[in-house]
């Protein structure tokens, strides 16, 4: 069973969230389809943030067209995603010639709280 995904509705309950409750849904939407896909499941932070905004109408609207009041939601975001680096659910590093593209690999343990459904488990 995947883990709540409710924090991710609106912008509301996305500003209202358990920071640990967020990041379970940002491995499990950024990442759970990719888990047959050979090799380390890797994309950068924008397609991460693509990938979640798909799943929430008013999040979709405020992430893609970058209208500044998505500032707010992307800094939500960007802090979840800092959860699971320091819980090493993920590695996130610079990529590309002049070192902009921010990369977000699933790491072994990330791949294993997906796999158990229930990866809020492995966020402290």
């Given at each position: ?9 609106s912008?509301?309950?996305l ?59 992307r ?14 659910l ?21 791949r ?12 402290r």
């Open positions: 069973m995947p883990p709540s995904l409710d924090c991710v509705r912008l509301a309950a500003q209202q969230a358990d920071l640990r409750d967020l990041a379970a849904a940002v491995l499990w939407l950024g990442f759970a389809h990719r888990l047959d896909r050979p090799g380390r499941p890797t994309m950068n932070l924008v397609e991460l943030q693509t990938t979640i905004a798909r799943q929430v109408p008013e999040l979709r609207i405020r992430l893609l067209r970058n209208p500044p009041a998505a500032a707010e939601a800094e939500i975001l960007y802090e979840a995603v800092q959860v699971l680096e320091h819980n090493r993920i590695l996130w590093r610079w990529a590309g010639e002049d070192l902009t593209s921010e990369l977000i690999t699933l790491t072994r343990r990330g294993a709280a997906l796999e158990s459904e229930e990866p809020e488990h492995y966020i």
